[in-house]
Nanobody
Framework: QVRLVESGGGVVQAGGSLRLSCAAS????????MGWYRQAPGKQRELVAQ???????NYADSVKGRFTISRDNAKRMVYLQMNSLKTEDTAVYYC?????????WGQGTQVTVSS
């Protein structure tokens, strides 16, 4: 079993910043990819950012230059630093970890950006 717990969500004004954290626990042997996804009301879940085991990153065009993903392998943590937040960033943010044998998701954390 793998458990992912997100934290750091909340309400912030447009232009502000938040830092999301995701803690992984359980039977994790080889993490290939760690990532953040989001789902706004009435929309499909979409990739925000991901980072591979060798540190390569990939971002959605809408967040490039504003969001930064990072990971701490020893602590089994993945982070998402979100700057210059916009109202359209409002969504539930989910952490995802893909290993050689399992694809795991967290429960999500709400991010609300007010105008």
């Amino acid at each position: 079993q793998v458990r992912l717990v997100e934290s750091g969500g909340g309400v912030v004004q447009a232009g502000g910043s938040l830092r999301l954290s995701c803690a992984a626990s359980g039977s994790i042997f080889s993490i290939n990819v760690m990532g953040w996804y989001r789902q706004a009301p009435g929309k499909q879940r979409e990739l925000v950012a991901q980072i591979t085991s060798d540190g390569s990153t990939n971002y959605a065009d809408s967040v490039k230059g504003r969001f930064t993903i990072s990971r701490d392998n020893a602590k089994r943590m993945v982070y998402l630093q979100m700057n210059s937040l916009k109202t359209e960033d409002t969504a539930v943010y989910y952490c995802r970890i893909v290993t050689s044998i399992r694809d795991s998701w967290g429960q999500g954390t709400q991010v609300t950006v007010s105008s």
